[in-house]
């Protein structure tokens, strides 16, 4: 009896055995074709090119697509740009590797990490630097950059010099015998004048590499100094006859008659003060008295010795000292200095009419 009851102990230990076998089975195929039932293929490209493995994990939020990576022994580093897709019903990433650029700017060297599909424009404001609108750049600004390339940047700038130069004055020398021979009296005092030259030159990084210079233009014109010059012989009427013939000592050869020895003095006008006859008051206007020298008589006038030579003559004024007979002639002159000059001096008048 105590046999058979240890037997059936034994087959029953054995049936539990079996059974707790059977059931650990069951878990471990159940949980296998579970863990089968959620993964996926899931392709991985990047520039070295694609593959595909087997995830239970789907691709998701970025920390969980990065994890996946990592577990693939891809790492994501800074600036690296990473896509989601699908492909065929599969979920696939798309690496793109951020790209290393040199940029040469301002005497300096960086290099920019940046993201795949940057422009030149979006690299430069990256790093913060700013484009003049005469600098320039190696690429156009909207070329996408690959990793390789580098942007050299050249700081243009443009200034202009302005230059003033002194214009002097010019100098009229005037000859005339009413003064000494040699001796100079300034009948006008001239200006200086001015004008300016513009000059475009042109920067790049610091160093001069064009430089154009424009036409001067002027600012004001200088006035002339004009003096006059002591020198025997020269005339000093502004007049001049074009039917009047000289001979070799200076003395007309037409002439209707001479007055030797004539009392003569000179004389000046203000500006604007005009004459008895209405004609111009120039050097060669001479006061007369009309009721001896109509207005409008012709006269060549000149010392006995030709040192003194008035020259061309028109009776065009009259005055007091003529009328009284003081004086035969009043000769006008261009400033009161030169009328004085002249003071009395005897002439020999040759009427030409």
């Not at 979920?91 to 005497?107: E, M, N, S, Y």
Request: with cysteine.
């Amino acid at each position: 009896m105590h046999t058979d009851r240890s037997s059936r102990l034994h087959d029953l230990f054995t049936d539990s055995r079996v059974l707790v076998c059977a059931s650990m089975l069951m878990a471990v195929l159940v949980v296998g074709s579970h863990t089968a039932q959620r993964s996926q293929v899931v392709y991985i490209s990047e520039e070295g090119g694609s593959r595909a493995v087997l995830s239970s994990q789907q691709p998701g939020a970025y920390h969980q697509n990065k994890q996946l990576l990592e577990r693939q022994g891809i790492i994501l580093r800074e600036k690296d740009n990473l896509q989601v897709t699908r492909k065929s019903g599969c979920a696939q990433l798309l690496i793109q590797r951020a790209i290393q650029i040199p940029i040469t700017c301002d005497g300096s060297q960086l290099t920019a990490t940046l993201e795949a599909g940057t422009t030149a424009r979006q690299a430069l404001a990256a790093c913060g630097i700013t484009l003049g609108g005469q600098d320039m750049l190696s690429l156009p600004l909207d070329t996408v950059l690959h990793q390789g390339d580098s942007l050299q940047l050249q700081r243009v700038e443009e200034r202009q010099q302005v230059e003033t130069t002194v214009l002097p004055a010019p100098v009229q020398n005037v000859y005339t015998s009413v003064l000494p021979q040699g001796q100079v009296l300034v009948r006008q005092y001239g200006s200086e004048g001015a004008q300016q030259t513009i000059t475009d030159i042109r920067y790049v990084d610091g160093q001069e590499t064009q430089r154009t210079t424009g036409t001067p233009q002027l600012l004001y014109q200088p006035t002339p100094q004009i003096q006059l010059v002591g020198q025997p012989g020269a005339a000093v009427s502004e007049l001049d006859f074009d039917d009047l013939q000289l001979d070799e000592n200076g003395v007309p050869r037409n002439y209707s008659r001479v007055q030797r020895g004539a009392k003569t003095t000179g004389y000046s006008v203000r500006p604007g003060q005009g004459t008895a006859s209405g004609r111009a008051p120039v050097p060669g206007i001479v006061a007369v008295d009309p009721r001896k020298i109509p207005y409008g008589t012709r006269m060549y006038i000149r010392s006995a010795d030709g040192q003194f030579v008035y020259g061309c003559a028109i009776a065009g004024e009259t005055g007091t000292a003529m009328t009284e007979g003081r004086v035969d002639l009043d000769l006008l002159y261009g400033s009161y200095q030169e009328s004085c000059y002249h003071g009395v001096r005897a002439v020999d008048i040759y009427f030409l009419d």
